[in-house]
């Protein structure tokens, strides 16, 4: 099926999300979290796609928040549920097994923020702007932040940016460990696809396997997550990926990875 509020692009072994709705700065409404989830449940099926990069349509913003429309109209009964389907699709992300990169030009807010949040890196435009502003709305963030931000930033910092609503430029957001990189906007998407490029270079089910460790073990105590990473650890050993990369080293050549 054709995506309305979004572009899908594959370049193997890279794929590209455009969150399409320039009218509303890429707001991310509920018919955009399903084709959201449609197009990453698509691109983790698919072989080919090692590495994605997330981004907004034009220079003015990433994704500018949830609907506000779709907000105004939430009353409590449906508040929950709201919250919870947006939470669903960012967890999807998240935990996809392949690097997702959102790709931040301007504006990165609410839901928006939320959205890169959920990546596993974040490459901001030297004109990128992060922020919660959801309590200026009289709400609070609801699809992940409350919890993701002060996982990255720490409590205090994170807490600040939530009570507040007060937003980041992209070098603030780089000190607090919000983004890992910034760049001139005209070299966000070359420099994004570089990096996807050198992290699609090494074998797929290793990379799978570091995601999983590092997923599962961030918040368990450390000698728990030290048994996940070790059982994460024996799924790569004896795999044809690890024949094959030991293989490549002794005959000094590129390579050739098959997944397996």
Same mark, same amino acid.
């Given at each position: =099926?054709?995506?309305?509020?979004?572009?899908?692009?594959?370049?193997?072994?890279?794929? *590209?999300?455009?969150?399409?709705? +320039?009218?509303?700065?890429?707001?991310?409404?509920?018919?955009?979290?399903?084709?959201?989830?449609?197009?990453?449940?698509?691109?983790?099926?698919?072989?080919?796609?090692?590495?994605? @990069?997330? /981004?907004?349509?034009?220079?003015?913003?990433?994704?500018?928040?949830?609907?506000?429309? &779709?907000?105004?109209?939430?009353?409590?009964?449906?508040?929950?549920?709201?919250?919870?389907?947006?939470?669903?699709?960012?967890?999807?992300?998240?935990?996809? !097994?392949?690097?997702?990169?959102?790709?931040?030009? !301007?504006?990165?807010?609410?839901?928006?923020?939320? %959205?890169?949040?959920?990546?596993?890196?974040?490459?901001?435009? &030297?004109?990128?702007?992060?922020?919660? +502003?959801?309590?200026?709305?009289?709400? =609070?963030?609801?699809?992940?932040?409350?919890? /993701?931000?002060?996982?990255?930033?720490?409590?205090?910092?994170?807490?600040?940016? %939530?009570?507040?609503?007060?937003?980041?430029?992209?070098?603030?957001?780089?000190?607090?460990?919000?983004?890992?990189? *910034?760049?001139? +906007?005209?070299?966000? =998407? &070359?420099?994004?696809?570089?990096?996807?490029?050198?992290?699609?270079?090494?074998?797929? @089910?290793?990379?799978?396997?570091?995601? @999983?460790?590092?997923? &599962?073990?961030?918040?368990?105590? @450390?000698?728990?997550?030290?048994?996940?990473?070790?059982?994460?650890?024996?799924?790569?050993?004896?795999?044809?990926?690890?024949?094959?990369?030991?293989?490549?080293?002794?005959?000094?050549?590129?390579?050739?990875?098959?997944?397996?």
């Amino acid at each position: =099926m054709a995506y309305v509020n979004l572009y899908l692009e594959k370049r193997s072994p890279l794929a *590209v999300v455009t969150l399409n709705r +320039p009218q509303v700065l890429n707001a991310v409404d509920m018919e955009t979290l399903d084709e959201l989830d449609r197009a990453f449940g698509e691109l983790a099926m698919d072989a080919a796609v090692r590495v994605i @990069l997330l /981004r907004g349509t034009g220079e003015r913003a990433f994704a500018a928040g949830a609907d506000i429309k &779709e907000l105004a109209a939430l009353k409590s009964g449906d508040g929950q549920a709201f919250a919870l389907r947006g939470q669903a699709v960012l967890r999807c992300i998240e935990t996809l !097994g392949k690097p997702v990169i959102a790709c931040i030009r !301007g504006y990165a807010l609410g839901g928006g923020c939320e %959205l890169a949040m959920a990546c596993t890196l974040r490459l901001a435009a &030297e004109d990128a702007q992060l922020g919660q +502003p959801e309590v200026k709305l009289g709400l =609070m963030a609801g699809y992940g932040g409350t919890q /993701r931000l002060p996982r990255l930033v720490g409590r205090g910092a994170g807490l600040k940016m %939530l009570l507040t609503g007060a937003t980041v430029g992209a070098a603030e957001a780089l000190r607090l460990g919000l983004v890992d990189e *910034v760049v001139p +906007p005209e070299r966000l =998407m &070359e420099r994004a696809e570089a990096l996807a490029r050198e992290i699609a270079a090494n074998a797929p @089910l290793a990379i799978k396997e570091t995601l @999983l460790a590092v997923n &599962e073990g961030i918040d368990l105590p @450390l000698d728990l997550a030290l048994l996940r990473e070790a059982m994460r650890f024996g799924h790569v050993c004896g795999t044809a990926d690890q024949a094959e990369g030991a293989a490549a080293f002794l005959e000094k050549r590129a390579p050739v990875w098959k997944g397996q």
